[in-house]
């Protein structure tokens, strides 16, 4: 379960506030009109989150709290700003991994919790289409959602282009690349590996903008593998290589 | 949902052909002494499959059913035999997947996934402490469960042993292993890698008969990985291993 905001003081003070994570936005179909329901309406837009109007017998549920007619679904767990990450100092080279469009909340989990595994910084992942950090994502991810930096964006591909202008190298999976995931060399970069959504894999611009196209070799002609195994694939490979490079030091 | 047969002679007659794979019976708790039901309940202890005996109110679900208080559970798949399997001709070597107790069935059906994408020849498992190939596990498979061959087992250490003798090297992924799971060479011999359950790992005896033992290197504190991903970790480093030094031909 989310954890929920109600009320319109509240979530007008949690929208400015600006530092929880807030999913989405539901309104109560028919409310007369109300410029703290405006002022509510314009600060979501302006955060790029995403709000429904649904009729009453959806708010059964939260009939216990006082939320005139106004719920925010809040993060349980807090998100950083993809800025704080980037000025963030560390001594050796950064790694993160961007989910373009990863909807399953199991497959997420599962993703974030490979990359707490291999040691890396960071995921980066868009605020519409893409599993946002719930409960259920944070069961399967084994908790690894509090160790490492969670970092929702409103538009992937300025997240992306940062992370380019920033020093980073953008790895795109994608089915009809040329190279195998093992051709590139991860080592002594920073890099962003992005996974694409388990349906139509990155998106055009994202996938033009990467500065390699990695694929994973199918030996049958079987669909395609799990986002969540894939991720696991690449990642690991990067884990191996600096490790061998290193001389299998941890 | 599994699929299944219902009725005492039915259930006899499955159990007597032994084509099709039984995952468990029901029986109905404080049925009269009865000839079929020994029979069924010896035909049972034969083959190793799993059977209880549940109050009446659990068969309301079948009640449309003349199950005469006995409910087979039937693989909606085709097992097949490890003599069988190992009879096969194949012009390269074998890849198998052993799992020694995974329950959880998503990462079952997602391990047989990797395993048919990455072109592996077999999934053996053991009829307890597993899951089994049922509609959850098809499912989580993409349907990859009808593209390779599955191999139920009564007893899993028989299973490694006759592996073993059948000119099989057997690889035990282990959190406490020295070796990591790339210092191994996987090319040229039969292998099968082996993932334990979720919880416990693999069973000792199994462990003790293994050729390798190896690990994922962690690179934080953290835990684990989630079992479905471990896998897919270990078996696309044997194709990698493959792929380049056969010049990267698929």
Partial sequence: MDNYVFGRNNVIELLKEGNRSVSKLILMKNMKDNSKIDQILDLARERGIIFQFLPKEKFTQFKEYSHQGVVAYVSPVKYIDLDEFLLKEKKDYKRVIVTDGVEDPHNFGSIIRTAVCAGYDAIIFPSRRNATVNATVEKSSAGAVNRIDLIMVNSLSSAVDKLKN?????????????????????????????MGSEKEG?????????????????????????????????????????????????
Same sequence: chains 1, 2.
């Avoid at 980073?168 to 962003?192: E, G, H, P, R, S």
């Avoid at 049958?220 to 690991?236: E, G, M, P, R, W």
């Fill in 202 to 250: 990155i998106s055009s611009t994202i996938l033009k903008n990467a500065d390699f196209k990695i694929k994973i070799p199918m030996l049958t002609d079987f669909d395609s593998l799990n986002v969540a195994n894939a991720a696991s694939i690449v990642i690991y490979e990067a884990v191996k290589q600096t490790m061998q490079k290193s001389g299998n030091v941890v």
């Fill in 166 to 194: 920033n020093d980073f190298w953008v790895i795109a999976t994608d089915l009809n690349a040329k190279d195998n995931y093992y051709d590139i060399d991860y080592c002594n970069m920073n890099f962003a590996i992005v």
